[in-house]
């Protein structure tokens, strides 16, 4: 029996998801599970990437206890954040998080220079402040100078691990820098910059082979023999991967933290409508595009809890949500005074004030204000892109954390009039297992992947309720244009 090794990586937590095929079913064995985060230190808001790798040793460490012996190893984690790396390996700093005020103002900085329409043609990737392309605009020239190579953060875990230096292109393509049509890093946008493309490890495509662990980690831990698999490095390129899907006309939606929603498609989409709609053309896994849209997700549902001193568990703030009629207030989940306030409940109260709507008090009621504009803005984007696609949608895959809270996936079943189906909740980690499973040659493809997740896994159907929701999108509609 083949053991996989699963490193997924979140903005809030990390787990090491240990996978066999058993009997034709993916058995998933949860070894370790670490906390992750930034803290505000040297001027900016900082991951802790030392940490993280730390525990990657440590659940190493533990599977070695356990008795395996060999593995392969894959890692997916968040996009858009790097490394500087200086020419001696070393990292010339802690990456900073995407959700760090520096980029405040960068794109209308960086547009006066380049048009807008320019770099989505080139791209084909919405325009968030997050993406790395504003991060080194707004990053420390001379440390951009010391720098031998600029790193994402799985293909610098990769490299500190292995040696080997590797831009997987799911994760890559999210910088908003590659060219779709030369398949490489754009040179133009880089001139704007002041970066030299070889600055940028090479192009990697999920499922290639990295190379073994250091010889100086077995000397340093007591580690299994590691292969590292260069898998779909990001996570939501993972996720759906991971998406129990079939037939042709579906949708997916990785909740976690962020919303990703939207198609798997053989060709990116820059036409105006997606242009002007801010969607985007993410690589994904074996020649296809994520053409999606990130919408704030349980994010916010999180910082609730964490401004909050109910300490409920989510499941319990979901319960209390379902306590009170949805739509009694609504926010747009995408405003940027969302993405990092002081204090989430106070904005949300603020937002709600500010529009004229009843202020939410209770945690029960500020979760089903969330929960309930979440699924408006789902059943929203999947109308556009039908719109945009010319196609129809007839079913929606809700994967991750988020396929766990089933009244918002009934809300959205009702308001886009499709069927949900929900779950598995680690289909990120599912994902990354695929590709290496696929990569050693257990499983044949992408197809035969999907089989296996249905069949090894629960998955849960909402079909759609009648309600009546045309006063429910005035509502939002209004509340939107007039915010």
């Known amino acids: 029996m083949r053991n996989y090794v699963a490193v997924d990586i979140g903005a809030s937590s990390g787990r090491m998801i240990l996978g066999n095929l ?59 954040d790097y490394v500087l790396v200086a020419p001696g390996g070393e990292k010339l700093a802690d990456p ?97 910059l002041d970066i030299d493309p070889c600055q940028f490890a090479e192009l990697t495509d999920a499922g290639t082979y990295l190379g073994e662990m250091k010889p100086k980690w077995h000397e340093k831990y007591d580690i299994p023999a590691c292969r590292v698999i260069t898998v779909a490095t990001h996570d939501t390129a993972s996720a759906v991967v991971g998406t129990p899907a079939k037939g042709k006309n579906w949708a997916f939606l990785s909740s976690g933290t962020w919303s990703l929603i939207g198609m798997e498609l053989t060709a990116p989409n820059t036409g105006r409508m997606a242009f002007e709609e801010n969607y985007t053309n993410e690589w994904g896994a074996y020649g296809t595009y994520r053409f999606l849209k990130n919408i704030m997700g349980l994010w916010i549902v999180q910082e609730i809890a ?57 945690i029960g009621e500020l979760t089903n204000c969330v929960y309930g504009s979440l699924a408006l803005r789902y059943a929203k984007e999947l109308e556009k892109m039908k719109r945009i696609t010319k196609r129809d949608i007839e079913a929606l895959y809700i994967v991750g954390g988020g396929s766990s809270v089933a009244i918002l996936n009934q809300l959205t079943a009702n308001l886009a009039g499709v069927t949900v189906y929900a779950g598995p909740a680690e289909a990120t ?55």
Not at 47 to 54: F, M, Q, S, Y
Not at 127 to 141: G, H, K, S, V, W
Not at 461 to 466: A, F, G, I, L
Request: hydrophobic share 35%; aromatic share 8%; with cysteine.
């Open 22 to 80: 058993v009997e034709g079913k993916l058995n998933l064995r949860e070894v370790h599970r670490f906390k992750n985060g930034f803290t505000f230190r040297d001027g900016h808001d900082r991951w802790e990437i030392d940490g993280l790798i730390h525990e990657i040793f440590a659940g190493l460490e533990k599977l070695k206890q356990e008795g395996v012996t060999e593995c392969t190893l894959g890692i997916d984690t968040w996009a858009v």
């Open 96 to 192: 900073i998080s995407y959700r760090d005020s520096r980029t405040q103002n960068k794109i209308a900085e960086l547009t006066s220079e380049i048009q807008k329409d320019d770099i989505y043609q080139k791209t084909g990737i919405q325009f968030l402040e997050l993406n790395t392309l504003y991060q080194l605009y707004a990053e420390d020239q001379e440390l951009i100078k010391q720098a031998d190579k600029i790193l994402l953060i799985p293909d610098y875990i990769g490299y500190v691990l292995t040696g080997k230096k590797a831009a997987e292109t799911t994760n890559a393509s999210t910088t908003q820098m590659l060219n779709l049509r030369e398949r490489l890093f754009d040179k133009d946008l880089l001139m704007h």
């Open 306 to 362: 964490r401004n909050s001193d109910s300490r409920l568990s989510f499941s319990e703030m979901a319960d209390q949500a379902n306590q009170y009629p949805f739509f009694k207030q609504i926010i747009d989940v995408n405003d940027p005074r969302f993405n990092h306030p002081v204090h989430m409940i106070t904005e949300i109260q603020n937002y709600c004030r500010e529009t004229g709507q009843d202020v939410p008090e209770s």
């Open 429 to 483: 980690a599912v994902g990354n297992l695929s590709v290496q499973m696929i990569t050693e040659r257990e499983i044949k493809d992408v197809d035969q992947a999907r089989d296996l997740v249905r069949n090894s896994f629960d998955i849960k159907e909402y079909k759609p309720q009648k309600i009546e929701s045309a006063s429910v999108f005035e509502k939002y509609d209004k509340i939107i244009r007039n915010k």
